[in-house]
């Protein structure tokens, strides 16, 4: 059974710092990508940025590409991405997935496993 559990969250102000971790235990191909989607207060869940651990591909979505970037350890199973120049329009639930696929798939519906989230408030 895979796990995902987020770590790194918290209330920071704007244009501050921040790394979020996801941690996977149970196995998952490293031929997969891994996600991080963000969740606002009262809007839909969106894709951020994507990783795929055997060969380091990488995918973001066009409002973080150049503040976010993300990384990760495939004997670890771990993933983290570290956000600079948090903006306030940044605060939602940010979410770890796992989707079984080999090609960047940014629909919240096409993931396979999720964590539970962790919190980032920018305030401004």
């Known amino acids: 059974q895979v796990q995902l559990v987020e770590s790194g969250g918290g209330l920071v102000q704007a244009g501050d710092s921040l790394r979020l971790s996801c941690a996977v235990s149970?196995?998952?191909?490293?031929?997969?990508?891994m996600y991080w989607f963000r969740q606002a207060p009262g809007k839909e869940r969106v894709f951020v940025a994507a990783i795929r651990l055997n060969d380091g591909s990488t995918s973001y979505a066009d409002s973080v590409r150049g503040r976010f970037t993300i990384s990760g350890d495939k004997a670890k199973n771990t993933m983290w991405m570290q956000m600079d120049s948090l903006k306030h329009e940044y605060t939602a639930v940010y979410f770890c997935?796992?989707?079984?696929?080999?090609?960047?798939?940014?629909?919240?519906?096409?993931?396979?496993?999720w964590g539970e989230g962790t919190l980032v408030t920018v305030s401004s």
């Open positions: 997935a796992v989707g079984e696929g080999v090609v960047v798939l940014q629909t919240p519906k096409y993931m396979d496993y």
């Open positions: 149970g196995r998952i191909f490293s031929r997969y990508y």
